[in-house]
């Protein structure tokens, strides 16, 4: 009995997201074009114009899709429940231990893509606004001044966008073990041992 030869996956907009997504990070917006992705996923490249009209608006899904997941997330961690500051401080830190709430190399890979693409810098510049807006009404929640919310916010992000440009790679279990110190510093005010033992438990650690 002759064996059938291997199935194509079934195509989806996600599939063909997620590829484009992948060449933005490893190698910028130029080389995300649809023959290349198509041979990337074994997939033929008359199949792509089912998913997406054409490149522009896989390029405006990808946008999006960074749009939700880094800064969606990040406002939402901002907003989440939280008694203390530092509480509300370890909120938002999962943002940078898991990447299924902010992916960093995409954010890099964006501000990139941004340098050249006006409209996308004016996107961008639209984010860390969102951004910025989220961490300074944290901190105020808390009964700090507007300026001294300011502050502290253009220094905690700031410091990650620095963080991601540079590339730092760290040990995952030292970069959890700083975690507590960095929430100290941001916020003035000393964890307890609950908030420091749920942060890391909830991150695996």
């Given amino acids: 009995m002759n064996s059938l030869p291997p199935s194509r996956p079934r195509a989806s907009d996600q599939m063909w997201l997620d590829a484009a997504l992948e060449m933005l990070i490893e190698a910028g917006v130029d080389a995300v074009k649809v023959m290349p992705l198509a041979k990337?996923?074994?997939l033929?490249?008359?199949g792509?114009?089912?998913h997406f009209r054409d490149r522009d608006a896989l390029l405006d899904a990808m946008v999006r899709c960074w749009e939700e997941k880094n800064t969606g997330n990040l406002v939402a961690r901002c907003e989440a429940y939280a008694e203390t500051i530092c509480e509300a401080m370890f909120n938002l830190q999962d943002c940078w231990i898991d990447p299924t709430l902010f992916d960093a190399e995409l954010d890099n890979a964006i501000r990139h893509w941004?340098?050249?693409e006006p409209l996308l810098?004016?996107?961008?510049d639209?984010?860390?606004a969102r951004r910025k807006a989220a961490v300074s009404a944290m901190f105020q929640r808390f009964g700090y001044s507007g300026e001294d919310a300011e502050i502290?916010?253009?220094?905690?992000?700031?410091?990650?966008?620095?963080?991601i440009s540079?590339?730092?790679e760290e040990d995952p279990v030292g970069r959890i073990d700083r975690v507590p110190a960095y929430v100290e510093l941001f916020t003035g005010q000393t964890p307890s041992k609950a908030e420091i033992e749920r942060f890391r438990s909830r991150n695996g650690y």
Avoid: N
Wanted: aromatic share 12%; no cysteine; hydrophobic share 35%.
């Fill in 114 to 116: 941004a340098r050249s």
């Fill in 48 to 50: 792509f114009y089912h």
């Fill in 121 to 124: 810098k004016t996107r961008l």
């Fill in 44 to 46: 033929t490249r008359t």
């Fill in 166 to 168: 540079m590339e730092i």
């Fill in 40 to 42: 990337r996923l074994g």
């Fill in 126 to 128: 639209e984010a860390d």
């Fill in 152 to 163: 502290r916010t253009m220094a905690i992000l700031y410091t990650q966008a620095g963080y």
